[in-house]
């Protein structure tokens, strides 16, 4: 199995801040990586597909970047709404989930 | 709009089998040549893919599940379904059947429609 490590396990931020998530894989995923955002009681919502895309409605204060196995997902500036756990996703073989970040009000 | 809603029992024995349906409204399941996926998440913890099915009927699994996982499909009812034999506490979960992202028809793709889900408990 292809191992996602994802860092931070959790993270307190305020309104306004420039938030970065972090998902290592243990060997390369050639960019087959997902982002998405979870609330409490809900299905995941997709973020980002293919490291780097953003899924139509999306905001653009969310962006995703690569550099080799390592894969951050960045918002700007983090809104109300934006409160909530992300996860990333390795969809190169199989799939697999990272452990998840969850985004605290600070 | 495509919807997916899950449906089975949420309590299951130890030992014994957990089945649950997909089944999908606003669109075909035949068409799109997607693998259609079960994602579970243990209460408080994260995401797993559990395995996929295509409408043809091949799927493709966790491996770590082995064979105590089978998916299957019925395009007559726009329906998937999935059984998971032998059962333990470690089973319990919310259980997510889900779509992939159009234009990703491989067996491994990001999700973009999901259901609501549905808690499966593992207890005796």
């Known amino acids: 199995d292809i191992q996602m490590t994802q860092s931070p396990s959790t993270l307190s931020a305020s309104i306004g801040d420039r938030v970065t998530i972090t998902c290592r894989a243990s060997q390369s995923i050639n960019s087959w990586l997902a982002w998405y955002q979870q609330k409490p009681g809900k299905a995941p919502k997709l973020l980002i597909y293919?490291?780097?895309n953003l899924e139509s409605g999306v905001p653009s204060r969310f962006s995703g970047s690569e550099s080799g196995t390592e894969f951050t997902l960045t918002i700007s500036s983090l809104q109300p709404d934006d409160f909530a756990t992300y996860y990333c996703?390795?969809?190169?073989?199989?799939?697999?989930f990272g452990q998840g970040t969850k985004v605290e009000i600070k | 709009q495509l919807q997916l809603q899950e449906s089975g029992p949420g309590l299951v024995r130890p030992s014994e089998t957990l089945s649950l349906t997909c089944s999908v409204s606003g669109g075909s399941i035949s068409n799109g040549g997607y693998y259609w996926g079960w994602v579970r998440q243990p209460p408080g913890k994260g995401l797993e893919w559990v395995g996929s099915i295509y409408f043809t009927g091949s799927t493709y699994y966790k491996w770590s599940l082995g064979s105590r996982l089978t998916i299957s499909v019925d395009t007559s009812k726009n329906q998937f379904s999935l059984k998971l034999t032998s059962v333990t506490a470690a089973d319990t979960a919310v259980y997510y059947c889900a779509r992939p992202r159009p234009q990703c028809s491989s067996t491994s793709c990001p999700f973009e429609y999901w259901g609501q889900g549905t808690l499966v408990t593992v207890s005796s």
């Open positions: 293919k490291a780097s």
């Open positions: 996703q390795q969809y190169n073989h199989d799939s697999t």
